[in-house]
C-alpha cells in the first residue's frame, strides 16, 4: 500500500516536473523589442476586446485567433460582444527572402487594420570591398513594426494607441502573434513610456 502511494507521488511528480520544464521551454520569446502606449481617453470599466480583421483568409484568422489568446493571457476578455476594437497595422523591414530586398517594407494585413502605405524606407546599398567583400553579412532578424490603436462601442475615435517594434526570434507566426497580444493585453488602456518586452 505504501509501495502504491510513493510510486503515485513520484509519478506525479514526474509529471509535474515535465509540465514545468514544457512551459519554460515554451516561455523563450518569439519577438524580443520595444513598445510604447497612450491612453487618449478612457476605456470601459469591463473591457471586453475584439480585433477588426479585414483579410479574413484562414491564415489571417488563426493568426488573430492566437493574438486574441495572447490578450486573453494578459487578463482581458475577448470576444464578439466587444466594448474594445482593435486595429492593427504591421509592417516588415530587413527581409531576405521570398524575393524581398533587404531593407524594403512589407506591409501585411495578417491582422486588419490600416494598409501601411505612403514612403517605403530602404537601406543604402553597402559597398562591397574590403573585409566586406570576403564573407557575407550574416542575414538580419527581420524588425515587425505594429501600430495599434483601440475604439470604443461604434466610435470611430482612437481611445488608445500603441506601437511595437520587434526582432523576430522565432519562426513560428503564431507564436509571435500570441506573444504580441500578451504585450498588447498587458498595456491595454494604459500609458507606458518606451518598456522592452
Known amino acids: ?42 476605456l470601459p470599466g469591463r473591457v471586453v476586446v475584439d480585433l477588426d480583421i479585414r483579410d479574413r483568409s484562414p491564415r489571417n484568422l488563426t493568426l ?13 476578455a475577448v470576444g464578439r460582444d466587444a466594448n474594445v476594437l482593435l486595429h492593427v497595422s504591421t509592417s516588415r523591414l530587413g527581409e531576405t527572402s521570398s524575393g524581398v530586398t533587404r531593407g524594403a517594407e512589407r506591409t501585411y494585413s495578417e491582422l486588419g487594420g490600416l494598409a501601411g502605405g505612403g514612403m517605403r524606407p530602404e537601406l543604402p546599398p553597402m559597398p562591397a570591398t574590403g573585409t566586406r567583400a570576403s564573407r557575407p553579412a550574416p542575414p538580419a532578424q527581420p524588425l515587425l513594426v505594429l501600430r495599434m ?26 507564436d509571435v502573434a500570441q506573444e504580441l497580444g500578451r504585450v498588447i493585453g498587458g498595456a491595454l488602456g494604459k500609458r507606458v513610456e518606451r518598456q522592452a518586452f
Open 1 to 42: 500500500m505504501n509501495r502504491d502511494r510513493a510510486t503515485a507521488r513520484n509519478a506525479m511528480l514526474l509529471a509535474a516536473s515535465v509540465m514545468v520544464w514544457c512551459g519554460g521551454a515554451s516561455a523563450t520569446p518569439s519577438c524580443q523589442g520595444t513598445y510604447a502606449a497612450t491612453s487618449l481617453q478612457p
Open 149 to 174: 490603436d483601440a475604439t470604443v462601442g461604434a466610435e470611430t475615435r482612437s481611445a488608445w494607441i500603441a506601437s511595437v517594434q520587434c526582432r523576430m526570434t522565432g519562426s513560428d507566426e503564431g
Open 64 to 76: 488573430a485567433e492566437r493574438f486574441l489568446g495572447g490578450v486573453r493571457g494578459a487578463g482581458d
